[in-house]
Antibody
Framework: EVYLEESGGGLVQPGRSLRLSCAASGFTFDDFGMHWVRQVPGKGLEWVAGISWDGDSVGYADSVKGRFTISRDNAKNSLYLQMASLSIKDTAVYYC???????????????WGQGTLVTVSS | QAVVTQEPSLTVSPGGTVTLTCGSSTGPVTSNHYARWFQQKPGQAPTTLIYDTRNKRSWTPARFSGSLVGGKAALTLSGAQPEDEADYYCLLSYVAAPVFGGGTKLTVL
């Protein structure tokens, strides 16, 4: 059974950085692309970033481009999201999601973690 | 960035049929948008129902189906059950990045 567990969320001040992690188990991690998707409480879903199975290809939403960096460590079955220059608009639950295939571009989130809440506030 | 539109809310009677749609600001939705559909219940993470317009996951109830209708992606629920009350989101692919719709709140009443 696929299991994804996000961690690293919390309260952070505007302008600061934060790193999210996603621990994966129950599948061959380096066979699949991965994504980060966020959701402002009470609002809709927003695709944030995606990464290919080998980490060679990444993509970002315009809203986070230049500030967020997605990466993975296949040896540790882990996905990361390094977030910098955080603003109040980045406050959201951040979900880690496994893609159905090796790449991220089409974005077929297949299985989801339970999410970690990031609150940006002074 | 493209805008993906969904009905904000819909209501269906138990046992009834309802169709949710997903449109694109760039023009008709086609198979090249690889429409995906997700269900999200309060306090829970989303679950994937449909990918590539009409393909179901192993856990997708048979009463859900995906299609293209009138230039939009569509999710049809036939024989609604009380447990189908949830938010539904579509996701479309574009050259730059995938984009979610705003979601449809489905009430079974």
């Amino acid at each position: 059974e696929v299991y994804l567990e996000e961690s690293g969320g919390g309260l952070v001040q505007p302008g600061r950085s934060l790193r999210l992690s996603c621990a994966a188990s129950g599948f061959t991690f380096d066979d699949f692309g991965m994504h980060w998707v966020r959701q402002v409480p009470g609002k809709g879903l927003e695709w944030v970033a995606g990464i290919s199975w080998d980490g060679d290809s990444v993509g970002y939403a315009d809203s986070v481009k230049g500030r967020f960096t997605i990466s993975r460590d296949n040896a540790k079955n882990s996905l990361y999201l390094q977030m910098a220059s955080l603003s109040i608009k980045d406050t959201a639950v951040y979900y880690c999601a496994k893609d159905l295939k090796t790449q991220w571009q089409v974005a077929r989130p297949d299985s989801w973690g339970q999410g970690t809440l990031v609150t940006v506030s002074s | 960035q493209a805008v993906v539109t969904q009905e904000p809310s819909l209501t269906v009677s138990p046992g009834g049929t309802v169709t949710l749609t997903c449109g694109s600001s760039t023009g008709p939705v086609t198979s090249n948008h690889y429409a995906r559909w997700f269900q999200q219940k309060p306090g829970q993470a989303p679950t994937t129902l449909i990918y590539d317009t009409r393909n179901k996951r192993s856990w997708t109830p048979a009463r859900f189906s995906g299609s293209l209708v009138g230039g939009k992606a569509a999710l049809t629920l036939s024989g609604a059950q009380p447990e189908d009350e949830a938010d539904y989101y579509c996701l479309l692919s574009y050259v730059a990045a995938p984009v979610f719709g705003g979601g449809t709140k489905l009430t079974v009443l």
